[in-house]
């Protein structure tokens, strides 16, 4: 369990403690009822993602084109001869590094010629595009990236500290600017949607229009391309979860000294 995790859960438990009035371990079941949707989707669509890129990772393409082929086709159709393409270890750690100009595939991808490795690649090279464009949302999300980044860490800190002192004024206002800081990451998740979704579409764009693949390539790769897309949709719902518990703990402790 990672370090924000355990720190999420323990903001989850003290709040419990001492603001839901009844003790410790109720303020740590009610954080796991109320988050237990969120967990549920969470795991669903990791596992419906690898169970999909699983599947048509064993169908080849019509014309046996490799992930690799596929993205530097994408890339070439846009001008972008300068992206490199580089494989690295792992599985779906597909992703496009615009610092270093370079579209890194896993291996299971880079040489693979499954329906599967073309979609996820075709992704990739989408993401290429975008950033070459200066697509709104990629650029959006780009300058909200080091804020985002200090709420995520940050804001579930300054909860946990808040309801140390949950008795006192500066202990409330902690815990208020922690759930401003940690609603960062909601925004950035949502902000990440479309930029994830118009890097599909486009995938899927070129890979029909080339009149290069069949219309089951088309299928397979936009039910890749789905379920990872989910994961994001995934991530966002948890984020809201966790905001929406932290403000009806946090409304819910001003009514009552009210």
């Known amino acids: 369990m990672s370090g924000m995790v355990l720190i999420e859960m323990w903001g989850g438990q003290v709040?419990?403690?001492?603001?839901?009035?009844?003790?410790?371990?109720?303020?740590?079941?009610?954080?796991?009822?109320?988050?237990l949707p969120a967990l549920i989707l969470g795991l669903w669509a990791q596992a419906n993602v690898k169970h999909t890129f699983h599947k048509y990772s064993?169908?080849?393409n019509s014309r046996n084109v490799t992930?690799?082929?596929?993205?530097?086709?994408?890339l070439d159709q846009n001008g972008l001869k300068y992206i490199r393409i580089e494989q690295i270890a792992g599985q779906l750690t597909d992703h496009y590094d615009p610092k270093k100009g370079v579209i890194r595939l896993s291996s299971s991808v880079y040489n693979s010629a499954s329906i599967g490795a073309v979609g996820v690649a075709a992704h990739e090279a989408g993401h290429a595009v975008q950033h070459a464009e200066e697509y709104t949302p990629i650029r959006i999300r780009n300058a909200i990236i080091p804020v985002c980044n200090f709420g995520s860490n940050a804001g579930p800190i300054?909860?946990?500290i808040g309801c140390l002192f949950a008795n006192r004024s500066f202990g409330r206002s902690l815990i208020f600017f922690g759930i401003l800081l940690f609603s960062l990451v909601a925004l950035f998740q949502l902000v990440t949607l479309p930029v994830e979704f118009d890097a599909s579409s486009r995938a899927l764009n070129v890979i029909k229009g080339s009149g290069m693949f069949m219309e089951q390539d088309v299928k397979g790769a936009r039910k890749v391309l789905k379920a990872a897309a989910m994961t994001y949709v995934a991530a966002l719902i948890t984020s809201v979860m966790q905001i929406l518990y932290y403000?009806?703990?946090?409304?819910?402790t001003g009514r009552r000294d009210d």
């Open 15 to 35: 709040m419990g403690a001492y603001y839901g009035g009844y003790g410790y371990g109720y303020g740590y079941f009610s954080y796991l009822i109320f988050m």
């Open 58 to 60: 064993k169908i080849n």
């Open 67 to 74: 992930g690799a082929q596929a993205a530097r086709m994408i």
């Open 158 to 160: 300054l909860i946990l």
């Open 247 to 252: 403000v009806t703990r946090f409304l819910g």
